[in-house]
């Protein structure tokens, strides 16, 4: 799969934006659909959003839906995720990773589990 990086968290104040990044090699840029997880401490992760790699379609979890739009560039080889009115929920580390495809649709679910990456950490405050 290569390699991919996220960036783009911080620290705010519930009810504004932030936009991740995930960059990575244009070999997954062209070939495959990713997703976005999250990563709470003590909780289970959770698949957030995917794109396919084409870009035409899109899925969300439902705690996301209407809240955050996940995009990519595949010249610059990056998806990002757009998220506005966020809540302390969202509190989390998001990770990137190449998700499945089939029939020009995605499901959030990773195709390899032993090589996620070091995360951009989210933190929403009250």
């Known amino acids: 799969q290569g390699q991919l990086d996220e960036s783009g968290g911080g620290l705010v104040q519930a009810g504004s934006s932030l936009r991740l990044s995930c960059a990575g090699s244009?070999?997954?840029?062209?070939?495959?659909?990713i997703g976005w997880f999250r990563q709470a401490p003590g909780k289970e992760r959770e698949g957030v959003a995917c794109?396919?790699?084409?870009?035409?379609?899109?899925y969300y979890a439902n705690s996301v839906k209407d809240r955050f739009t996940i995009s990519r560039d595949n010249a610059k080889s990056t998806v990002y995720l757009q998220m506005n009115s966020l809540e302390p929920e969202d509190s989390s580390v998001y990770f990137c990773?190449?998700?499945?495809?089939?029939?020009?649709?995605?499901?959030?679910?990773?195709?390899?589990?032993?090589?996620w990456g070091q995360g951009t950490q989210v933190t929403v405050s009250s």
């Open positions: 990773t190449a998700v499945r495809e089939l029939d020009g649709h995605c499901a959030i679910r990773a195709l390899r589990t032993d090589s």
């Open positions: 244009g070999f997954i840029a062209d070939r495959y659909a």
């Open positions: 794109i396919v790699s084409s870009g035409q379609n899109t």
